[in-house]
């Protein structure tokens, strides 16, 4: 088991270099900071070709350890600092955050631990209320169509109906925002900060085409299923 120093936020004074790593994940760094993180995320499926570990970094000091192995988020302050900084500074196209990805050798050396934390629900949760309810997140646009690559973690949906009925929408076929507020008459502030969540953590995917029509049905019988194991579990 790797175990890691924790430090107090008052210590945490020196701010983290990165070390050089290998030309293939070099190329990365010129990508926008939604994109190097969604690159980060994606590396759970192919681990032997992305380092997992990961530090962000803004103005040169270093915001939290990320393992996308394990799907860990290790913030060198307290976790609702952290969290606040990210859900400011994420719609900001300006945003000087970065995300330099470090061997494991690094992150077990360096990385400093004020909370762990769950990676993707953390980000989920961070994305819903970044820049501001309804406002897509860079580089998302209105007519941006999303697919999902896979279902999200138990512990994103629980507690989530409509977030569960767009999942059941989009694992099947990519459609825009508007066109998800149209099948499943849902607002449009609840579908585009579930799109946000879904792009910012690597669940979803951009995909091109005209939106076609998808019956409501199956997703609100997807919808009926969940409620009624819900009740089971909770019995």
Known sequence: MVRFRRQS????QEPFEAEPL????????????????????????????????????HDGATVCWLDARND?????????????????LLGDADS??????VT?????????????????????????????PGVPIPPLQDCTKLRLRRWPDF?????????????????????????CCDILDLPRQTVQSFFNAAFLTAYA?????????????????LVNLWRQLRIRWSA
Request: hydrophobic share 45%.
């Open 22 to 57: 290998a030309p293939a994940a070099l190329p990365t760094a010129a990508l926008p900071f939604v994109q190097q993180l969604r690159l980060h995320l994606a590396s759970d499926s192919t681990p032997s070709r992305r380092p997992a570990h990961a530090a962000i970094i």
């Open 155 to 179: 512990r994103i949906l629980a507690h989530r109906p409509d977030h569960f009925r767009l999942c059941a929408l989009l694992i099947k076929q990519g459609a825009s925002v508007r066109a």
């Open 205 to 221: 995917f951009p995909v091109v085409g005209e939106d076609a029509p998808v019956r409501p049905s199956p997703a609100d019988g």
């Open 96 to 101: 000087r955050l970065s995300l330099v990805p």
């Open 9 to 12: 936020f008052e210590d945490l």
């Open 72 to 88: 860990r988020m290790m913030t060198t302050a307290p976790a609702p600092i952290t969290l606040t900084l990210l859900q400011r």
């Open 104 to 132: 494991q050798e690094v992150f077990v050396q360096r990385a400093t631990v004020c909370s762990n934390v769950p990676l993707r629900l953390t980000l989920w949760n961070v994305a819903l209320v970044t820049d501001g």
